[in-house]
C-alpha cells in the first residue's frame, strides 16, 4: 500500500546526542516536509524539500539538518544546538497534480533524557 | 502577525451539536484551503478541501471559504464521540505548495 513511514515512533535522546528520524514514502511525491508539533501550536515547518538534492529551510529549522539524496527518503537530524527537541515530529508529502493533499506519516515523539 | 490564526480551543459540545472551527488569515495570496483531523498520537488526515472562495459539503461537514474577509470555517452537523479530535486549518499558495497550519482547534464531543 502506498504511503508514509516514519521511524522510530518513540526516540529518547541524551543531552548533546545527534538523533536522526526516519521518513520514507512511497507515493512518488516530489516534495517532502519536516513539521514539529507542540501543544497549543500546531504545525511549525522545519525543513522541506521539492525535488532531490534541494531543501529549503522553514520557520524553525536552527537545530536540525535533512538531506534529500533520493526521492523516497527525507531524514531528519536533530542535532545538540536543538535546545528543546522534545515534541511529536512529522514527517508529510505532497505532489503536483490537481490536488494540494499533503499526507502525513504517523510521527516520532523525540524525548530528551 | 502568524500568517494563520485559529482558536486552539479546547471546545467541549455534546453529541449532536452543530460544530463551528475557524480560521482566519492575513495573506490574500492563499488559493488552496484545507481542513485535517488529527487523532490523538497520529498523523493529520485530509478532511475537507477547497479552492478559491465558496462552499463545498461532504455528508456532516462543510467547508466555507470568504476571501474577502480572509475567513474560513469548518461546520459539523450532528457532532459524535468519534469526531473528538484536534482538527487543523491548513492553506497553500499554490498547487503542490508548501502547507501553512493553524494551531489546530482540540474538539471534544461528549455522548
Known amino acids: 500500500d502506498g504511503g508514509i513511514t516514519q521511524s522510530p515512533k518513540y526516540l529518547f535522546r541524551k543531552e548533546g546526542q545527534n538523533v536522526t528520524l526516519s521518513c520514507e514514502q512511497n507515493?512518488?511525491?516530489?516534495?517532502m516536509y519536516w513539521y514539529r508539533q507542540d501543544p497549543g501550536q500546531g504545525l511549525r515547518l522545519i525543513y522541506y524539500s521539492q525535488i532531490v538534492n534541494d531543501f529549503q529551510k522553514g520557520d524553525i529549522a536552527e537545530g536540525y539538518s535533512v538531506s534529500r539524496e533520493k526521492k523516497e527518503s527525507f531524514p531528519l537530524t536533530v542535532t545538540s544546538a536543538q535546545k528543546n527537541p522534545t515534541a511529536f515530529y512529522l514527517c508529510?508529502?505532497?505532489?503536483?497534480?490537481?490536488?494540494?493533499?499533503?499526507?502525513f506519516g504517523q510521527g516520532t515523539r523525540l524525548t530528551v533524557v | 502577525q502568524k500568517e494563520v490564526e485559529q482558536d486552539p480551543g479546547p471546545l467541549s459540545v455534546p453529541e449532536g451539536a452543530i460544530v463551528s472551527l475557524n480560521c482566519t488569515y492575513s495573506n490574500s495570496a492563499f488559493q488552496y484551503f484545507m481542513w485535517y483531523r488529527q487523532y490523538s498520537r497520529k498523523g493529520p488526515e485530509l478532511l475537507m478541501y477547497t479552492y478559491s472562495s465558496g462552499n463545498k459539503e461532504d455528508g456532516r461537514f462543510t467547508a466555507q471559504v470568504d476571501k474577502s474577509s480572509k475567513y474560513i470555517s469548518l461546520f459539523i452537523r450532528d457532532s459524535q464521540p468519534s469526531d473528538s479530535a484536534t482538527y487543523l486549518c491548513a492553506l497553500a499558495y499554490n498547487q503542490g505548495g508548501k502547507l501553512i497550519f493553524g494551531q489546530g482547534t482540540e474538539l471534544s464531543v461528549k455522548p
Open positions: 507515493l512518488n511525491h516530489d516534495a
Open positions: 508529510a508529502s505532497n505532489g503536483q497534480g490537481v490536488y494540494t493533499e499533503a499526507f
